[in-house]
Protein backbone atom coordinates (compact mmCIF):
# COMPACT_ATOMS: atom_id res chain seq x y z
CA UNK A 1 0.00 0.00 0.00
CA UNK A 2 1.67 3.26 -0.86
CA UNK A 3 0.78 5.84 1.91
CA UNK A 4 3.08 8.52 0.91
CA UNK A 5 4.75 10.10 -1.91
CA UNK A 6 2.72 10.72 -4.25
CA UNK A 7 1.88 8.89 -7.74
CA UNK A 8 5.60 9.12 -8.45
CA UNK A 9 5.35 5.85 -5.22
CA UNK A 10 2.64 4.13 -7.53
CA UNK A 11 5.11 4.26 -10.20
CA UNK A 12 8.01 3.09 -8.91
CA UNK A 13 5.53 0.18 -7.61
CA UNK A 14 4.94 -0.83 -11.04
CA UNK A 15 7.95 -0.41 -12.03
CA UNK A 16 9.14 -2.80 -9.47
CA UNK A 17 6.22 -5.28 -9.73
CA UNK A 18 7.34 -5.86 -13.87
CA UNK A 19 10.81 -5.88 -12.36
CA UNK A 20 9.75 -8.84 -10.44
CA UNK A 21 7.95 -10.59 -12.78
CA UNK A 22 9.97 -10.62 -15.53
CA UNK A 23 12.76 -11.68 -12.62
CA UNK A 24 10.23 -14.66 -11.82
CA UNK A 25 9.50 -15.57 -15.54
CA UNK A 26 13.24 -15.23 -16.03
CA UNK A 27 13.83 -18.22 -13.27
CA UNK A 28 10.99 -20.43 -14.31
CA UNK A 29 12.58 -20.39 -18.36
CA UNK A 30 16.04 -21.14 -17.01
CA UNK A 31 14.33 -23.81 -14.48
CA UNK A 32 12.61 -25.53 -17.52
CA UNK A 33 14.90 -25.71 -19.93
CA UNK A 34 17.40 -27.68 -17.36
CA UNK A 35 14.56 -29.70 -16.14
CA UNK A 36 14.09 -30.58 -19.64
CA UNK A 37 17.91 -32.06 -20.11
CA UNK A 38 17.41 -33.47 -16.97
CA UNK A 39 13.66 -35.50 -18.20
CA UNK A 40 15.93 -35.86 -21.45
CA UNK A 41 19.13 -37.77 -19.37
CA UNK A 42 16.51 -39.96 -17.72
CA UNK A 43 14.33 -40.77 -20.42
CA UNK A 44 17.92 -42.23 -21.94
CA UNK A 45 18.59 -44.32 -18.68
CA UNK A 46 21.45 -42.23 -18.32
CA UNK A 47 19.95 -40.74 -15.01
CA UNK A 48 19.11 -42.86 -11.91
CA UNK A 49 15.40 -41.11 -10.35
CA UNK A 50 17.20 -40.30 -7.05
CA UNK A 51 20.18 -38.36 -9.57
CA UNK A 52 17.45 -36.73 -11.83
CA UNK A 53 15.19 -35.22 -8.32
CA UNK A 54 18.91 -34.18 -6.84
CA UNK A 55 19.43 -32.45 -10.51
CA UNK A 56 15.95 -31.08 -10.96
CA UNK A 57 16.24 -29.65 -7.30
CA UNK A 58 19.83 -28.08 -8.04
CA UNK A 59 18.96 -26.38 -11.02
CA UNK A 60 15.95 -24.74 -9.85
CA UNK A 61 17.60 -23.56 -6.24
CA UNK A 62 21.25 -22.36 -8.76
CA UNK A 63 18.62 -20.90 -10.92
CA UNK A 64 16.82 -18.88 -8.68
CA UNK A 65 20.06 -17.85 -6.60
CA UNK A 66 20.98 -16.87 -10.14
CA UNK A 67 18.17 -14.29 -10.73
CA UNK A 68 18.82 -13.25 -7.48
CA UNK A 69 22.86 -12.44 -7.57
CA UNK A 70 22.02 -10.42 -11.10
CA UNK A 71 19.01 -8.47 -9.79
CA UNK A 72 21.26 -7.53 -6.54
CA UNK A 73 24.45 -6.97 -8.62
CA UNK A 74 22.71 -4.34 -11.08
CA UNK A 75 22.79 -6.43 -14.11
CA UNK A 76 20.36 -6.34 -16.53
CA UNK A 77 18.39 -9.33 -17.12
CA UNK A 78 18.91 -12.06 -19.77
CA UNK A 79 18.26 -10.49 -23.37
CA UNK A 80 15.87 -13.59 -24.56
CA UNK A 81 13.40 -12.05 -22.07
CA UNK A 82 11.75 -8.28 -22.66
CA UNK A 83 9.78 -6.53 -19.60
CA UNK A 84 7.03 -8.28 -18.89
CA UNK A 85 3.44 -6.23 -19.60
CA UNK A 86 1.58 -4.78 -16.78
CA UNK A 87 -2.07 -4.98 -17.05
CA UNK A 88 -4.22 -2.40 -17.37
CA UNK A 89 -1.17 -0.22 -17.91
Known amino acids: ??????????????????????????TLRMAARAN????GLASLGLAQPLTSIVLSHGTAVITAM????????????LPELPPAPLRGA
Open 66 to 77: ATVHRLEKGLPR
Open 1 to 26: MVLRGGLEQVVSALDLAGHSIGAVRQ
Open 36 to 39: LAVV
